[in-house]
């Protein structure tokens, strides 16, 4: 993302946020996510579910006080996280299904894998906060910025593809026959 990218209005909240941490920027991102099942219930016995989930920027809600790419490239890094996050729950449903070869086991463990998910990218937010911003160590963001480019490179293949931005944006399954699942299995602990 860039400067023009940044459109949010500045509210009171996020100005003691700024000021507080010593931020000129504030990016707001996260990460969205849908189960799509087969519109017809005899086919819910034949064809799998199909998951997405697609990291997202909020132009709307991001907010910028001054011109600094730093602190820029610093925010962009929680975009690279959810998407890492993301992929990694890409990753474990896909190869639950491959194991399982069963149908039903993705829409019976999305929802774990979906909080596994935030839970990876809530600690890496952590972890990243308190080294880059709270305790500004030396070097703590090149760290990051290197590791997170080296876990993307390792997971490329499961990288967001344009057909999940689609699904995003149209908020109505893509595939044809599908539908958004009305209701989902709570995570199972």
Known sequence: MTRLDYQGKISPEVEKIMTDYNLTALASVGIWSVLDIPKKKKDRYTNYEIAYFVPAFDKATSSLKTIDTIQIEIQNLYFDICELSARFARKELKELQDKSKSVGAISIMYTTIKDQMHQKRISMYKQYFKEVIEDRIDGAFLKWRKQIDEALEQSKEWA??????????????????????????????
């Open 160 to 189: 967001t593809t344009p057909k999940e931005c689609y699904r995003f944006v149209l908020q109505k399954p893509v595939e044809d026959g599908y539908i958004m699942a009305p209701t989902l299995i709570e995570p199972l602990k």
